[in-house]
Nanobody, 124 residues
């Protein structure tokens, strides 16, 4: 059974940092693009960052560019999201996703596997 399990969410003050992890089990995703999405109440799901299978290509939404960093460790079958200078508007449920393709996009339809999500709350 394939599972993506996120961890590292929580409550943090504005300006603080969190590091999210997404550990995959059941199969290896070393040849697959991965991504982090988030969804706040009443808002659409948004791709905040994605990374190609090798880690050589990354993308960030404008809203997080310069503050968030996505990375992966294929030996550990894990993808990370380092979030710095957090803002209240970053509050959302963050989910990782694995694509069927090597090269990533921000399109939800490209991703076949999803984690259950982890809550990130940033207080002002």
């Amino acid at each position: 059974q394939v599972q993506l399990t996120e961890s590292g969410g929580g409550l943090v003050q504005a300006g603080g940092s969190l590091r999210l992890s997404c550990a995959a089990s059941g199969r290896t995703f070393s040849n697959n693009a991965m991504a982090w999405f988030r969804q706040a109440p009443g808002k659409e799901r948004e791709c905040v960052a994605h990374i190609s299978w090798s880690g050589g290509s990354t993308y960030y939404a404008d809203s997080v560019k310069g503050r968030f960093t996505i990375s992966r460790d294929n030996a550990k079958n894990t993808v990370y999201l380092q979030m710095n200078s957090l803002k209240p508007e970053d509050t959302a449920v963050y989910s990782c996703a694995a694509s069927r393709m090597r090269w990533a996009s921000a399109r939800v339809e490209q991703y076949d596997y999803w984690g259950q999500g982890t809550q990130v709350t940033v207080s002002s």
